[in-house]
């Protein structure tokens, strides 16, 4: 992140472009020059240009290409609005006054770096709302492949297959011989 101080005297935060260090003059506004950092509106930048924290609608504070390393790409100026590539591949239309900034936003190697305690991944997954670890069928033992389950007695012809309303499930144990 980049605190960007206004000559007012305002501050505000912005997503940080790779090329962008401390004490860099930022333009912003339709007047700015296509340097990195400089926020502009969609439709002073030209086709073929890398933009990123792109906004959705005008004055919305940017919706597109945020994330670490990621940037659109300006395809085309059409009536309708500007045309953007994302990262992802997809083709969007966003309005031509909506502002981006100009450059590839910073820390693209971030994702590189390897896990080094399965912790880490955990975290990461339960942050994202996602069940870890994920075990495999195949890199179970044989024995836990296909558990083998009872079928109810009311269940429809074709469903009945196995071990249909057995008294007893599970694993026969030998009866214990006690020696007198």
Excluded: W
Excluded at 56 to 66: I, L, N, S, T, Y
Excluded at 144 to 155: D, E, F, K
């Amino acid at each position: 992140m980049a605190l960007i101080r206004c000559e007012d005297g305002r501050t505000f935060y912005n997503i940080a472009g790779e090329g962008l260090y401390e004490g860099k003059e930022i333009r912003i506004g339709g007047a700015a020059s296509l340097e990195v950092g400089n926020i502009v509106p969609l439709a002073q930048v030209p086709e073929g240009s890398t933009v990123y924290n792109v906004e959705k609608q005008p004055a919305d504070g940017g919706k597109f290409a945020r994330s670490s390393g990621s940037h659109a790409t300006v395809i085309a100026h059409t009536p309708a609005g500007t045309t953007l590539r994302l990262a992802s591949g997809k083709v969007i239309t966003v309005h031509s006054s909506s502002l981006a900034t100009i450059g590839v936003a910073a820390a693209g190697g971030r994702t590189e770096k390897p896990f080094m305690k399965a912790g880490e991944k955990y975290y990461l997954m339960r942050a994202r709302g996602r069940k870890y670890p994920l075990t495999k069928s195949n890199r179970m033992i044989a024995a836990l492949r296909r558990m083998p389950g009872s079928v109810p007695r009311t269940a429809p012809p074709g469903q009945k297959v196995g071990l249909i309303a057995p008294r007893k499930t599970g694993r026969g144990r030998k009866a214990r011989v006690k020696f007198a």
